[in-house]
């Protein structure tokens, strides 16, 4: 069992070390005690979310293994990125979602009239207004159940691969 739980938190520390650069660059909003996602303007067109599996390298153990990911779209757009620590369910779908709403990689803060969502527990997640920091999203966005595309998720994979290259290129050249 401790070589099991040495594994995934060696694979929780790779995933985090992918996206952390770009994770770090956002606003915390959590900082901001009067914050509500209602003050954000209204995304007519729908979001998706989705889990990933994407091989990270353990260099510590000298080998590659899958880490999953939470990711949230619109259309082709990659909105946000964030590994899944813990036992590897475990996320808070609304706090990821209120990341991608406050500071979405792609166009200016917002928040989706419309999400899909892959399983019914992160719709479950969503809807539960204990968390979140308390924030009732279900109040402000329709939430429906959907498989995550598969194009969409072939689309997600193929950039957290890439960043991977890229970081594994550049720590290369260090």
Known sequence: M????ADRLMRNIAAAALVGPL???RPHWET???FSPAQLP??????CAGVVHVD??????????KAPFLFWTQGDDILSVEPIV?????VDVGFALIDAMVAPWVGAPRRPRLVYVATEAMATSLRDPTASEG?????LVDI???PTPVDTSERVVAFLENLARSQMRTAGEA
């Open 2 to 5: 401790r070589d099991e739980e």
């Open 23 to 25: 994770i770090s660059k």
């Open 32 to 34: 901001f005690p009067d």
């Open 42 to 47: 209204v995304d007519p067109s729908p979001w």
């Open 56 to 65: 990270v390298w353990l260099s510590v153990l000298d080998k590659k293994e």
């Open 86 to 90: 813990g036992d590897g369910d475990a």
């Open 135 to 139: 924030h009732d999203l279900a109040a």
């Open 144 to 146: 429906v159940v959907r």
